[in-house]
């Protein structure tokens, strides 16, 4: 058993002097590699001589060697770099990434060598903390009030009537009680897949600057959201197609979100599909041309009633409806598109869109394959 003096001298012997080298490895690093928030350390002509892990779930193409522009070209920040060069003094700025999420970071700039260094010894150190989930948080609030509000508005409405007509008129009548009653379900699962739709919208929001980890296979995931949704299909006279010509496609990814994204796709395809008509789900592979890397391409096509060129662009925001009455008519939310633009975003892939009026839609996710 440690008396006080002991555990005290131990807690001394572990004070580190950034002057001391172990193995040849600066006592520095094991201070920087030990912080939770991402840190990266400086030499006095700016260039990155250590970070953290953590810094390379920001900015991935951060390397040691790298000057600082490789991190961050935000003026402040460069400015704030040079301020410590010549005055000692901790500078704390505000980062507004846009690329490629947008993301609100907090950067403290700190001297840790007063004395002149020598060259490539660490003489600044860069704290970051990110900010972007707070704001989100805010703004979620914000627009969750506005849009439920908004958007429950009309079916709230609606119940009430129905209520107040089952209490009066039809109250002796079981024909038009039934009636009533199945309209009331109608509209308060309505109200239910609209709260569920805000919440997994605000899901995603919340972890859009986060890149993704985990592997997954496509293909069987696909074939799976597609047998789920057979019954669907078959209750609105519409033929299913898978078509994978690629066989297994791993990509780095969120297994349920992509697994959203494509049960929203096929939703849609069926929702507004034609009267025996066919959906199909293909996945390929392609090869970006400006890069190299390999890709692949989840398409959902139907032959429905299609979309006009100038509603494409629009397609998914938030509550937009090409025709809000066909859009309640069939279940929809106006908020599926959106939610799919917000996965494939925070997956650092793309969306594209191609339709014909009366001859159906084309909707593309593109992701990283590996």
Same mark, same amino acid.
């Given at each position: ?86 005055? %000692? ?63 429950? +508005? ?48 605000? +899901? ?32 609105? %006279? ?89 859009? +309640? ?16 975003? +925070? ?24």
């Amino acid at each position: 058993m440690q008396t006080g003096l002991e555990s005290s001298a131990v807690a001394d012997s572990a004070i580190v002097d950034p002057s001391v080298e172990d193995n040849g490895e600066t006592q520095w690093n094991v201070i920087v590699d030990a912080m939770s928030d991402p840190a990266v350390v400086l030499d006095d002509t700016g260039i990155v001589v250590h970070h953290n892990p953590q810094v390379v779930d920001l900015y991935p193409r951060v390397r040691i060697g790298s000057p600082v522009t490789m991190l961050s070209r935000e003026p402040d920040l460069l400015s704030a770099i040079d301020s410590v060069r010549e005055t %000692n003094e901790r500078f704390t700025v505000q980062l507004h990434d846009r690329v490629p999420v947008t993301r609100r970071m907090s950067a403290i700039v700190t001297r840790i060598n007063v004395e002149d260094p020598p060259p490539g010894a660490p003489a600044i150190l860069i704290m970051l903390r990110d900010l972007t989930d707070q704001e989100q948080y805010a703004q979620m609030r914000t627009d969750f009030i506005a849009h439920a509000s908004h958007e429950l +508005r009309t079916p709230l409405a609606s119940l009430k009537l129905i209520a107040e007509t089952l209490q009066g008129p039809a109250r002796e009548d079981p024909e038009k009680r039934e009636r009533f009653l199945s309209m009331m379900l109608v509209q308060a699962t309505r109200m239910s897949q609209l709260i569920d739709d805000l919440l997994s919208l605000s +899901r995603v929001e919340m972890k859009a600057h986060l890149l993704p980890t985990d592997i997954l296979e496509v293909s069987e995931l696909a074939e799976t959201v597609m047998q789920s949704l057979e019954p669907l299909a078959e209750a609105q %006279n519409i033929a299913l197609k898978f078509e994978n010509i690629e066989g297994p496609v791993n990509v780095r990814g969120d297994r349920e979100e992509i697994a959203q994204v494509i049960q929203n796709l096929v939703h849609n395809a069926i929702r507004y599909g034609k009267n025996n008509g066919n959906a199909k789900l293909s996945i390929t592979r392609q090869q970006d041309p400006s890069t190299g890397q390999k890709q692949v391409r989840i398409a959902v096509i139907d032959d429905g009633i299609g979309i006009a060129a100038e509603h494409i662009p629009r397609l998914t925001e938030r509550f937009y409806r090409v025709s809000a009455v066909d859009s +309640r008519a069939t279940g929809g939310t106006g908020l599926g598109l959106a939610i799919v633009k917000h996965i494939i975003t +925070r997956h650092r892939g793309e969306i594209e869109v191609t339709s014909e009026v009366g001859k159906g839609s084309m909707f593309t996710a593109i992701l990283d394959s590996m």
